[in-house]
């Protein structure tokens, strides 16, 4: 059995193919899309290379308001830091800033080496500079009656044993 086409279908034929092969040559020529950029952060230069782990305010006395306040940190740079300085930030109870001090520590920080206050061994209070200067806890002057026991801490500015430095860039 064989089968017979009419002269009509073979002429469409001939028709579409060209459209089809000019259609995938228009689809082969478009423009290759461009990836999107990773969704993945990187570290700008702007960040400090110090990270405060902790900050935290102990009262000095019953009849002292002053705080001593500790400072845990962690030098992110490869290089090791040799001065590190804080800006530690008195809060009170409604969270109106009633002092900054700005505290510093030398000494020779390696990279990723957690440093943390020290304590007495008799009495576990915080020994604070100047009397211990390796230990980063800092006697910080409160006012009375402000009833401020909370502050926060941040980095202001770090030195490196390859004699650069980090600035924080102040808001605008």
């Not at 073979?10 to 478009?30: E, G, N, T």
């Not at 705080?67 to 830091?81: K, P, Q, T, W």
């Not at 409160?142 to 770090?158: I, K, M, Y």
């Amino acid at each position: 059995m064989t089968v017979q086409r009419k002269p009509a279908e073979l002429r469409s034929a001939y028709y579409i193919l060209p459209i089809l092969i000019a259609a995938v040559a228009l689809v082969a020529a478009a423009p290759t899309p461009v990836p999107m950029p990773s969704a993945s952060p990187v570290p700008a230069e702007s960040l400090p290379p110090i990270a405060v782990e902790m900050c935290q305010a102990e009262p000095e006395s019953q009849s002292n308001p002053n705080l001593h306040v500790g400072i845990s940190f962690r030098n992110l740079r490869d290089e090791e830091a040799t001065t590190v300085r804080f800006d530690v930030y008195v809060i009170d109870s409604s969270g109106k800033v009633v002092n900054v001090q700005i505290v510093s520590i030398d000494g020779h920080f390696g990279s990723n080496v957690f440093i943390s206050p020290k304590r007495s061994p008799l009495t576990e209070e915080m020994l604070t500079q100047p009397e211990y200067p390796s230990s980063p806890a800092w006697n910080i002057a409160n006012h009375f009656g402000s009833g401020a026991r909370t502050v926060r801490c941040e980095v202001d500015s770090a030195e490196f044993a390859d004699h650069t430095a980090w600035q924080r860039t102040p808001p605008e």
